[in-house]
């Protein structure tokens, strides 16, 4: 028997700030205990209903700043307290597992024991002298089990890339050493960074947007730091990052209709794979949201689920791509046959290959100030998030608003998405047509 878990808010307890605390309410067998979460929350930002801290959208803050004045805490710390609910769901889920696994039946009192044993250690306030990749660690431990698994990787990658550059300078790198001046050196040496396979003799480097990503990954991680108390150098905050623009890979509705209609009667395989991906062509969700979707998060003609990267409820509308393959599989507990991300990856490839998905698609990057082009055949770079970025482009050639679109997407901001609008040749064609009437 699994205990019940539930957060609430002691509405009896308030500190100066207006704050409550939370508590996790664990029942099991007729007998309920609370345990202190350590979180303060002022009532506005809970959602009992749905168990987690509410977005404090700018419209909310304005609103709750009009009563609590500056007392409000910021963005990142709320997500940070959010992770830090999931994390002791997570790990009072762990304790049942260990003792269901070794026959022993369980109380309240033992769960609350075990847990109160396992508390991870809250982070210490840090002296400068700390390394940043040391810290680095800590991060990754504390959020494995509240993270997507691929998620963590950049930051290992960081960690790997600052020990490189630790190595070749022969300088420590400290938190109040990171200023502009080792943002740009650190820039310049991933620039330059190169590693030879011993194997192939291959010659492996990175490119513009990877060198982005991990810069923007270090300011994030500084930002962290400096919101747990280390005292961080502000130096960094006037180093820009330049961004390269990244190729949209999209279906288009003609190879959307012929993977849809493809005959794979015979490859129950490949089946599988080409219901998954083009429902995620036709409702926009990310192979992760796929992955955590259930029989009851679909509601008549729409789906509700909270995005498990942005903990953000959707509603999206199903039609009919969407529509008949779940009644496809409406005999399964679950709504779609999933399998694992790398393995999806690889077949969808193998599906695209099949369905004769080849046309060349120009790849440009950047190393540096150097261009480097690459054709490939678009079998071969279409992904799991390719679902995704077909969804969003062929919403906005029907003619769907782009508002409309990133609210079934669930982008925050205009500036993430904006790269999809973009006049296609279909978009022109279709508005041109619109306005003028087709051709005779």
């Given amino acids: 028997m699994e205990a019940s878990l539930r957060y609430e808010l002691r509405r009896d307890l308030k500190n100066k700030r207006g704050e409550q605390p939370l508590t996790l309410l664990i029942h099991l067998a007729s007998q309920r205990r609370k345990i202190a979460t350590g979180i303060n929350l002022v009532p506005e930002l809970w959602s009992l209903e749905d168990q987690q801290i509410l977005n404090l959208t700018t419209k909310l803050k304005i609103q709750l700043q009009k009563k609590y004045g500056d007392n409000l805490p910021n963005k990142q710390s709320l997500i940070q307290c959010q992770d830090d609910l999931i994390d002791l769901k997570n790990r009072v889920r762990k304790i049942e597992e260990d003792f269901r696994s070794k026959g022993i039946t369980y109380s309240v009192e033992m769960l609350v024991e075990k847990i109160r044993g396992s508390n991870t250690v809250k982070i210490k306030k840090e002296e400068p002298n700390n390394l940043v990749y040391d810290f680095i660690d800590r991060y990754i431990q504390e959020h494995e089990l509240t993270r997507v698994k691929g998620s963590l990787v950049v930051y290992k990658s960081l960690k790997y890339h600052l020990k490189n550059y630790e190595a070749k300078t022969r300088t420590k790198i400290r938190f109040d050493k990171i200023d502009y001046t080792f943002m740009q050196s650190f820039q310049n040496f991933l620039i330059g960074w190169e590693k030879v396979h011993e194997t192939t003799g291959t010659v492996n480097t990175l490119n513009n947007i990877t060198i982005a990503k991990q810069l923007s990954t270090l300011k994030t991680f500084l930002g962290y730091a400096k919101r747990l108390g280390i005292k961080v150098n502000d130096g960094y905050k006037d180093f820009s990052i330049?961004?390269?623009?990244?190729?949209?890979?999209?279906?288009?509705?003609?190879?959307?209709?012929?993977?849809?209609?493809?005959?794979?009667?015979?490859?129950?395989?490949?089946?599988?794979?080409?219901?998954?991906?083009?429902?995620?062509?036709?409702?926009?969700?990310?192979?992760?949201?796929?992955?955590?979707?259930?029989?009851?998060?679909?509601?008549?003609?729409?789906?509700?689920?909270?995005?498990?990267?942005?903990?953000?409820?959707?509603?999206?509308?199903?039609?009919?791509?969407?529509?008949?393959?779940?009644?496809?599989?409406?005999?399964?507990?679950?709504?779609?046959?999933?399998?694992?991300?790398?393995?999806?990856?690889?077949?969808?490839?193998?599906?695209?290959?099949?369905?004769?998905?080849?046309?060349?698609?120009?790849?440009?990057?950047?190393?540096?100030?150097?261009?480097?082009?690459?054709?490939?055949?678009?079998?071969?770079?279409?992904?799991?998030?390719?679902?995704?970025?077909?969804?969003?482009?062929?919403?906005?050639?029907?003619g769907i608003p782009a508002e409309t679109v990133m609210k079934i997407t669930g982008h925050a901001d205009y500036k993430s998405f904006q790269r999809y609008v973009k006049v296609t040749e279909e978009r022109k064609r279709n508005e041109m047509q619109k306005a003028w009437g087709a051709p005779l």
């Fill in 242 to 398: 330049k961004r390269d623009k990244l190729e949209v890979i999209a279906l288009t509705q003609m190879e959307l209709d012929l993977l849809f209609n493809y005959n794979l009667q015979l490859n129950k395989r490949l089946d599988q794979v080409r219901d998954v991906f083009c429902f995620s062509c036709a409702t926009g969700f990310r192979f992760s949201d796929l992955q955590q979707l259930k029989r009851e998060h679909i509601k008549d003609m729409e789906i509700r689920l909270t995005i498990k990267k942005t903990k953000e409820p959707l509603i999206v509308p199903l039609n009919r791509y969407s529509k008949d393959i779940l009644k496809k599989y409406e005999e399964l507990a679950s709504p779609l046959p999933m399998i694992s991300n790398q393995k999806f990856n690889k077949y969808v490839k193998e599906l695209c290959k099949l369905a004769g998905i080849d046309d060349p698609i120009e790849i440009i990057r950047y190393k540096g100030a150097s261009k480097q082009s690459t054709i490939y055949r678009k079998h071969e770079i279409i992904s799991a998030h390719t679902g995704r970025k077909t969804f969003a482009t062929l919403s906005l050639e029907k």
